[in-house]
């Protein structure tokens, strides 16, 4: 990467912080970083951009990626035993895939943007580059992604949103 594209990178990490730090959603990100840890974190992210209807995650996929959102809304719905679809909705501060990033198992379900979205993706082989070379900033992100991955096991109807 070079210099221009980090510092980039850097700036565009911003909008990210800002929407974890406002969201209110109970499965909001509660990441708190300086900035340093920010720009520091930006490097090991890619941004995504999305558009309305565009597909996301397709559950049985085995896929470990974890996604950020920034800004727009994205649906999550599978079918269950009884061929029911199920629905929630997740926006920005929060995040989507840590069910497989932390299981190794399958996607648990499918994600469709609601709108046109930003958001930051991170592969566990750069999660694990992150831990040796920033071990607090992955300590931290290991631990906000399991708060909401814990939230939304606890509450039932949100249960679905966990991919």
Not at 53 to 75: A, C, H, M, N, P
Not at 113 to 131: I, K, Q, V
Not at 137 to 156: E, F, G, I, Q
């Amino acid at each position: 990467m070079n210099a221009s594209s980090a510092a980039t990178l850097r700036h565009g990490i911003q909008g990210l912080a800002q929407s974890m730090r406002h969201c209110q959603a109970l499965d909001g990100v509660p990441l708190s970083l300086n900035e340093a840890q920010w720009t520091a974190l930006a490097n090991y992210l890619q941004p995504v951009s999305l558009s309305q209807g565009q597909v996301l995650i397709e559950q049985g996929v085995k896929d470990r990626t974890v996604y950020f959102v920034e800004s727009g809304s994205l649906t999550v719905h599978y079918e269950d035993d009884r061929e029911r679809i199920c629905i929630a909705m997740v926006g920005a501060g929060s995040l989507l895939g840590e069910g497989a990033f932390f299981s190794h198992l399958p996607r648990s379900a499918n994600v469709q943007a609601g709108s046109d979205c930003r958001l930051w993706c991170m592969t566990p082989l750069r999660f694990r580059e992150l831990s040796v070379r920033h071990p607090d900033v992955a300590l931290d992100l290991a631990v906000a992604m399991s708060a909401v991955l814990a939230r939304r096991m606890y509450n039932k109807p949100r249960r679905v949103a966990v991919t």
